[in-house]
C-alpha cells in the first residue's frame, strides 16, 4: 500500500470519527436493521419466503436470529441441490454455509477466495496468487471448476472463482455428491466430468431484502490496489413481489507483490420475483480481469531431505512479460412453480462464456538443493475462450406411507461445454540466479511469440436423470439417491471421442437422539470420463483422453448444536484417481494415471460463541493420504504428493465493544511429502503458521451508518512453501498484507 493511499485511509478513519455522535456508542435502529437485513440476506431460513415456495418461517427467524449459528458466521441451512435448502443437522455428510458476515470479515479482494475458505480446516490454498484460484479440500486440489453457482454447476474456471462482493451464502459440501448435484460440465480440462471427489462449494448470490441497501464501499490492499464497490437493492410491486440487486467493482493497483499488478471490473445484476405460486430468480453479469505477473510455480529437482528455507515472499520470481486477461459473460435462471399444496416443479438453468489471453514461461521453475535454478524454458503465448450451457428441470414433492413421510425429487439435466484454444511458444531460453539473489531470464526467451488464433479443442456433453427419495420417520432420516449419467466427449485436435454411462448412488442414515444432535453415516460417488489433457506447451500427450474413473467417499459423523456452539466430528475415507506429471525430458512431461489416492482422515469443526463476546470459527483435519494399486505395486503405500497429516485454523472475533471487534486468525499447516531424488525418493515440504490480525469499527457520518475495517494478513511476514495437493509443484506465499476499507450506508 502507498503512503498516499494509506493517508486517505486514515483521514477517511478520523472524518468518520469525527461525525460521530454521543449515541453512536449504541447502534442506531437504522444501523441494526440494516444489519438484520444482511443477515437475512445470507440465510435461507430467514428468505425463505423470498427465495422458495415452502413453508414461511421468516417472522420468528428474524425476531431472534435463530437462521444462523451464534456469531452470525455461519447459516443453519445450506442448498442442497435438487433437495433444495436443507437443516445442516439433517444432512449426512460434511457441511457448513459460510455466511456474509464470515465473507465481510476475512476476505481481502486482492487475494484468492479461498482465504476465505481457510475457515473451513478441510480446505488449504494451494496458491497466494490471483493468477489461479487452487485450494485443496480434504487433501485433493481444487479450483473455481468446482464452484457452483446459485445451484448450477461449473460456470467458473481455474482462472476465475466468484467474485466476493456478489456472494451472499457459501455452501461447502463434502463428498462427490452427483447425485444431489446433477451432472457437471467441464471448462478447462482440470478435473472435469462429474462432481469432484472433495466436494462442492455452492455460491447463492445476494438478493434485494425487505428494507432498501444502498451501500458504497472503498478498499486499500497490497501496495497500491484500491477498490470501488457499490451495492443497491430495492424491492417493488404489489407485496414487495419483486427485487432487485445490483453489485459492481472496480479493482485497480499494485498488489503487495512487487511487479503484480490487478485490474478488475465487473457489474452483476440479481432479479428475483415471489408470487403466490411460483418464485423466480435471475442473476447475469460480466467480469473483466486482468492480472499481471503474481505466478509463483515451483519445481525442485535437488536431492535434500526437506526444501532449501523459502526466501524473502517479497522477492518476485515470475517471468517479467506474464499476463494474464479474461473476460467472463454469466447468467443463471432458477424457477420453481407451485402445482399443489404438495408438490413442486423446477427449472434451473446456466450460461457462461470467456474469453482471453495469457503469455507466460511454459513451466514451472525449477531449483536445486542450493537453490539455484537450473532448467531452460520458453515462452508462451495462449489464447483461449470456452461457452457452457446447463439445464435442469424436474420435480419435488411431499407423500406418506404409514408413519414414513417421503421427500421425493425427480430431475433431468443436459451440459454442454465447449472450448477452444491455441498456444505459441517461443525460442527456448534459460534462466539462472538463485531463490536468495533473484532470477535472470535470459534473451533466449525473446522476441515474445505472437498470440496465436484460437481453434476447437473439445467439447462435451452430459445428460443426467437423477431420482431422490429422503424418508423421514421417528428420530430416523434415510437418503436414497441415484443418477444415470450418459457423456460423449470430442477431442479435434487428435479426432478422439469418447462415450459412458453410468449409475451414481447416494445414500445416508441420520439418526437425532436429541433434538440437537445428529449421528450419521454417508456414502457418496461420481464418475468422471477421463481428463483431457490440454497444455501443449507442457505436455506432449495434449489431447490425449484418460481413462474414466470413479470416486467414492464414505463418512461416519456427530454433529451437536447447544447453546450457540455447531460442532461436527467426522470420519471419511475418498479414494480418486492418481494422476501425475511423468518427466518426459526437455522441459515437458506426460499428464498419467497410476493407481488410486486414498484419504482417511478426521475432522474436526467448531462455529459458533464461546463466550459472550467470542465469536469462534476453524477446526482440525488429520489425513492420512496413501497411493493404492500403482503399477507393479511399486508406490503402493507411499505418500500422495503435497498432502499434509495435519492441518487447522482459529479465527476469533471479540466484541470489545458495541461499535469495535477485534479480529484474529491462527492457521496451521503440518508437514508434507513431494516424490523427489532426496533420501527414500522424498523431499519435506516444512510446516508452517500464519496469523491474520485486524479489527472493525462501526460508527456513523452524517447519520449514516459507517463501517471501519482494517485487516493485516499474514501479520509475522511468514516467508514459506505452499504444497499443493496430488501435485509435485508448489507455490510460495505473498507477503505480508494490509486490507482498510470503509463501506457508507446511505
Avoid at 476453524?618 to 503435497?642: C, H, P, W
Amino acid at each position: 500500500m502507498t503512503k498516499r493511499n494509506l493517508a486517505l485511509a486514515v483521514i477517511m478513519a478520523a472524518l468518520g470519527a469525527a461525525w460521530t455522535c454521543p449515541a453512536a456508542a449504541q447502534e442506531s435502529d437504522a444501523q441494526a436493521e440494516t444489519e438484520e437485513q444482511e443477515s437475512a440476506a445470507a440465510d435461507p431460513a430467514v428468505q425463505e419466503d423470498q427465495n422458495s415456495l415452502g413453508e414461511t418461517v421468516v417472522t420468528a427467524a428474524r425476531r431472534d436470529g435463530k437462521g444462523t449459528i451464534a456469531g452470525g458466521l455461519l447459516s443453519k441451512k445450506a442448498h442442497m441441490g435438487i433437495m433444495g435448502d436443507v437443516d445442516v443437522l439433517d444432512i449426512p455428510y460434511s457441511m457448513q454455509s459460510m455466511t456474509t458476515k464470515a465473507i465481510k470479515t476475512y476476505n481481502d479482494p486482492s487475494q484468492p477466495l479461498a482465504n476465505v475458505l481457510v475457515n473451513n480446516p478441510s480446505i488449504r490454498s494451494s496458491t497466494s496468487s490471483p493468477m489461479y484460484t487452487d485450494f485443496s479440500m480434504r487433501g485433493i486440489n481444487m479450483n473455481g471448476n468446482h464452484f457452483m453457482l446459485n445451484g448450477v454447476p461449473s460456470l467458473f474456471y481455474q482462472f476465475t472463482t466468484p467474485p466476493a462482493h456478489i456472494i451472499e451464502r457459501l455452501d461447502i459440501t463434502s463428498g462427490p455428491n452427483a447425485a444431489v448435484n446433477g451432472v457437471s460440465m467441464s471448462n478447462n480440462g482440470t478435473n472435469s466430468g462429474a462432481t469432484p471427489a472433495p466436494g462442492t462449494i455452492n455460491v447463492m448470490t445476494k438478493r434485494a431484502t425487505r428494507a432498501p441497501i444502498t451501500k458504497y464501499t472503498q478498499v486499500f490492499s497490497g501496495r497500491s490496489t484500491a477498490g470501488e464497490y457499490i451495492d443497491i437493492g430495492r424491492r417493488f410491486g404489489n407485496n414487495d413481489a419483486w427485487g432487485v440487486r445490483v453489485n459492481a467493482e472496480m479493482l485497480k493497483g499494485g498488489l503487495a507483490l512487487p511487479g503484480a499488478k490487478i485490474d478488475s471490473k465487473d457489474v452483476f445484476v440479481n432479479l428475483d420475483h415471489k408470487g403466490r405460486r411460483s418464485m423466480t430468480n435471475l442473476f447475469f453479469g460480466y467480469w473483466d480481469h486482468d492480472i499481471d505477473g503474481a505466478q509463483r510455480w515451483f519445481t525442485y529437482s535437488g536431492n535434500g531431505r526437506e526444501l532449501p528455507t523459502a526466501p524473502n515472499a517479497k522477492k518476485s520470481y515470475d517471468f517479467p512479460e506474464t499476463w494474464k486477461r479474461m473476460y467472463v459473460k454469466v447468467l443463471t435462471l432458477n424457477h420453481e412453480q407451485k402445482i399443489n399444496d404438495h408438490w413442486k416443479a423446477f427449472f434451473n438453468m446456466g450460461y457462461s462464456y470467456r474469453d482471453g489471453d495469457k503469455m507466460n514461461s511454459g513451466a514451472n521453475l525449477q531449483f536445486d538443493s542450493n537453490g539455484n535454478f537450473t532448467a531452460s524454458n520458453r515462452s508462451n503465448a495462449q489464447s483461449e475462450s470456452g461457452k457452457n450451457l446447463y439445464l435442469q428441470a424436474g420435480v419435488a414433492g411431499k407423500v406418506r406411507t404409514g408413519a414414513v413421510k417421503h421427500n421425493l425429487a425427480f430431475s433431468v439435466d443436459r451440459s454442454r461445454a465447449q472450448y477452444w484454444n491455441a498456444t505459441r511458444n517461443g525460442s527456448l531460453g534459460l534462466y539462472g540466479g538463485n531463490l536468495y539473489g533473484g532470477i535472470i531470464f535470459t534473451p533466449g526467451f525473446y522476441p515474445l511469440p505472437p498470440m496465436p488464433s484460437q481453434r476447437p479443442a473439445w467439447n462435451e456433453t452430459n445428460v443426467g436423470i437423477t431420482f431422490m427419495d429422503t424418508m423421514e420417520f421417528g428420530k430416523w432420516d434415510v437418503l436414497l439417491a441415484a443418477t444415470h449419467k450418459h457423456e460423449y466427449i470430442e477431442v479435434y485436435t487428435n479426432n478422439t471421442t469418447a462415450r459412458n454411462s453410468n449409475i451414481l448412488p447416494t445414500w445416508g442414515l441420520t439418526y437425532k437422539p436429541t433434538r440437537n444432535m445428529a449421528l450419521y453415516y454417508g456414502h457418496t460417488e461420481s464418475f468422471s470420463r477421463g481428463y483431457v489433457v490440454t497444455n501443449p506447451a507442457r505436455y506432449v500427450n495434449a489431447g490425449a483422453i484418460l481413462p474414466p474413473v470413479r470416486s467414492k467417499q464414505n463418512e461416519l459423523g456427530i454433529k451437536y448444536e447447544d447453546r450457540g456452539l455447531l460442532t461436527t466430528l467426522a470420519l471419511f475415507q475418498i479414494d480418486e484417481a492418481n494422476r501425475y506429471d511423468q518427466p518426459a525430458g526437455a522441459g515437458m512431461f506426460r499428464y498419467v494415471d497410476d493407481g488410486k489416492n486414498l484419504y482417511r482422515g478426521i475432522e474436526l469443526t467448531v462455529n459458533g460463541r464461546i463466550a459472550p463476546r467470542l465469536t469462534a470459527t476453524g477446526g482440525l483435519l488429520y489425513l492420512d493420504a496413501t497411493r493404492d494399486k500403482t503399477a507393479g505395486g511399486a508406490n503402493n503405500g507411499r505418500f500422495v504428493n503435497g498432502v499434509a497429516k495435519w492441518s487447522g485454523v482459529l479465527g476469533l472475533d471479540y466484541a470489545l465493544t458495541e461499535q469495535v471487534n477485534l479480529i484474529g486468525r491462527l492457521s496451521l499447516m503440518g508437514k508434507a511429502y513431494i516424490d523427489s531424488n532426496g533420501p527414500g525418493r522424498r523431499t519435506e515440504i516444512p510446516s508452517y503458521a500464519t496469523l491474520d490480525l485486524g479489527m472493525k469499527y462501526r460508527t456513523k457520518m452524517n447519520d449514516m451508518p459507517l463501517d471501519l475495517s482494517f485487516m493485516c494478513y499474514n501479520a509475522t511476514n511468514r516467508s514459506y512453501w505452499m504444497g499443493r495437493g496430488g501435485s509435485t509443484t508448489f507455490g510460495l506465499s505473498m507477503p505480508r498484507t494490509l486490507m482498510i476499507s470503509a463501506t457508507l450506508s446511505m
